[in-house]
Each structure stands twice: as C-alpha cells, then as structure tokens.
C-alpha cells in the first residue's frame, strides 16, 4: 500500500496507545510514547522499526524513570520528514529540535541497531556528557568496496518508487512477514510485537523510509569518531545475530575510549524484544552504576 500510515486505523494495535502523544517540531509531526516520571531516559529503535519495539521495556524502567520513545523520521507514526533529514548528523539534529519542544534533556540516550548510532551522534552534536547504550548496535560500514556500494544500491531502490511496493506487497501476509523478519533477526518476538511489525512491513511508506535511512548513513564518518567519545557506553550484543555480527560489538567496544561489552549468547538481533526483563534491568543497572535515579 501507499498510503501513509493511519493512528486511528493501523494504530489501534499499537501497545501503550494511551501513552501516545503527536508532536510538532522541526516543520514535521511526530509520533512519541512517554511514561513514567524521574530521570529521562530516551529510547531510540533501529531501522525499518517503531516505539513499539519497547513495549516491554518501557514500564519497568517507568517505575523509576521518565521514558521517551519516538518513532524515527519517515518511520511508523512520525511524518513530514524531506528525504535531506535522513542522514545521520540531520537525523540527530531532526531529534534535537523533538528533544526541545518536549523540554527536556536526557539523562541517557538507549538506542538499538541503527538507534545506538543516533545516541552517539545526538551525544556528539550536543556535547552531552551522560551514559549511552547499545543495544546490538550498528556502527560498523560494510567492509572494504561494500562500504561505498551498499548505500549507493540502497539510494537506487529508494528512488525507484516500485522496490518498496513491491517489497511491501510480499510480505503482506502475516506469515511472510515473520519469515523475513525471523531471518533477517534470528529473533522470535511475541504476538503483539509481529502484530506491529506485519503492519510496517506491508506498508510501503514506512519501507521507503527505512530505505532512505539506509541510502544516506555515513557510517564511516561516525567510527573514525568513536575515539574522541568519552562518554560511558554499554554495549550489549547478542551473540547469535544476524543482522550485526557480534565481531562488530567487540570492534566498537575496542574503539570507545570508555565502553564496555555485554555478550548475550542465545538471542538474536532483536534481543531487547526476546527477554526485555533482562534489557531493562541492564538498563537499570547502568544508570544505578553512573548515578541516575538514585
């Protein structure tokens, strides 16, 4: 389909609605949940996913902390984004100018898969000195030619206006979508969660989205800058993902200054959704360990 998104239609199975709040910043509307009350904490999705993907890990760290948790430009729920916001320095600053009109200013940034990148970024751009956490994070290029080749292949299929109605049209069945979502992961999520993920993938909107992140990151840019960040950083990796390989975690975690790594040896890429129990309290523990919400 190509049409956008609808919150009072594709919406209704979008766990903590009442927790959803619309938002307008930077000429575009976004989509945010917040729960909670304390320290803030701000939880950033990966690529081709939403806020939903915290909806277990969000009311266990509500009980101690405010949890803000946007959906990405072009991504779900948030709209009005121009193709130019989609690089990862105009992305962070895109989440800058949501962070401003909310009015308030984390005291950790979570991010997963291509949302560590964004904690980084953010961190950099507006010199915050506050814990950062990775969860199977994505910072590392492709290696060697794929480097220059994966985005400029990725910036061919955004362009062409078939490759996401197609790519949303084969997976338009619930069963399809688990399929893809399974390989691609190597995760097994509850029912609520492949719910959500079904609507996305089928709709070709949000797929030209997730495209366009993909097309116009600069990810080289960003490593060469990891040992200038000094912030604390968790990095928590699942041993058996397919999507980032955990030799990319340990890469990362040689390169931050101040970083350490948490191996999980029997999850996959989306580890967080698989035993959210265990991802907040990790998250707990690492603003417990740096003096947040204490």
Not at 129 to 143: C, E, Q, T, V
Not at 164 to 187: H, M, Q
Not at 218 to 231: E, F, G, V
Not at 256 to 273: T, V, W, Y
Request: positive net charge; hydrophobic residues 45%; glycine residues 6%.
């Amino acid at each position: 389909m190509s049409r956008a998104l609808d919150w009072q239609r594709d919406g209704l199975i979008w766990p903590h609605r009442a927790s959803s709040t619309f938002v307008r910043a930077g000429g575009a509307r976004w989509h945010a949940q917040q729960m909670g009350s304390g320290p803030v904490i701000l939880l950033l999705h990966g690529t081709g996913a939403s806020c939903h993907s915290w909806r277990d890990v969000m009311p266990s760290l509500a009980e101690n902390f405010t949890v803000i948790a946007p959906d990405l430009p072009r991504h779900a729920f948030t709209s009005g984004h121009g193709p130019e916001t989609m690089a990862l320095p105009s992305m962070a600053r895109a989440l800058g100018q949501l962070l401003d009109e909310l009015n308030v200013q984390p005291d950790m940034i979570v991010g997963h898969s291509a949302g560590a990148a964004l904690a980084l970024q953010i961190a950099l751009d507006r010199k915050l000195d506050i814990p950062l956490i990775g969860l199977n994070a994505a910072l590392r290029p492709f290696p060697g030619l794929a480097a220059q080749l994966f985005p400029a292949f990725a910036k061919m299929l955004f362009v062409n206006p078939l490759v996401p109605r197609l790519f949303s049209k084969s997976v338009s069945r619930r069963e399809d979508a688990e399929k893809f979502l399974r390989r691609a992961t190597n995760s097994r999520i509850d029912e609520a969660g492949m719910a959500c993920y079904a609507a996305l993938l089928a709709n070709s909107r949000h797929t030209k989205g997730a495209l366009a992140m993909m097309a116009n990151w600069d990810l080289p840019a960003l490593q060469s800058r990891l040992p200038s960040i000094k912030n604390p950083v968790l990095l928590v990796h699942s041993v058996r993902d397919k999507a980032v390989p955990i030799s990319a975690a340990r890469e990362a975690a040689q390169l931050l200054p101040n970083a350490r790594l948490e191996e999980l040896p029997q999850l996959g890429h989306l580890a967080h959704e698989e035993d959210p129990e265990n991802a907040a309290r990790l998250i707990a523990a690492f603003a417990d360990l740096h003096g947040i919400g204490c």
